[in-house]
């Protein structure tokens, strides 16, 4: 079901990863551009809706939201969201309007993952692009966290054609 989502021509992809709606203390341990959480939410939804329409397809790299409170956030949000569980998704569902992937999802030569791979972990010809670092840089991969993209859901077409992979 997945796949053909994804190969569905009609279709924008988007990507982002680390949301973390009501999530207060991401604020101050990543120095987020807002007061509260009240506020990044909002702003969160914003951008979001800003860019990804009502069928187009949104690939989150996992850390959606705190404390199970996706089901407050989603209906606000446009698209279909393909979440790769993150350590803060645990108790998310796919009734909660999420379509889960665990672990990974490979799409065409790209490995989508919420932790950064190792280096010896991405095969010859894959690119591994990720969540969960933030505000730091990766390593082998490409890092889609929320800071990094300017808190705003970006075509995956236009992430790959910018790819800029440190592979020390």
Known sequence: MIEEILN????????ISDTHFFHGNII?????PFNNYEEMNDELVKRWN????ENDVVLHLGDFAFKGKA????????????????????????????????GKL???NYILTHYPMNKDDIP??????HGHIHHNKSHYGVNV??????YTPQLFSSVINNLTVNKV
Request: net charge positive; aromatic share 8%; proline share 2%.
């Open 8 to 15: 569905t021509h009609n279709r924008k992809i988007f990507i």
């Open 28 to 32: 101050k341990y990543c120095n987020r």
């Open 106 to 108: 490979i799409f065409k």
């Open 50 to 53: 800003s860019v990804v329409g």
């Open 145 to 150: 966290s929320a800071e990094q993209i300017n």
């Open 71 to 102: 089901k407050l956030i989603r209906p606000k949000l446009n698209g279909i969201i393909i979440l790769i569980r993150g350590n803060h998704d645990q108790n998310l569902a796919n009734d909660d309007g999420f379509l889960i992937v665990e």
């Open 124 to 129: 010859e010809g894959y690119i591994n692009i």
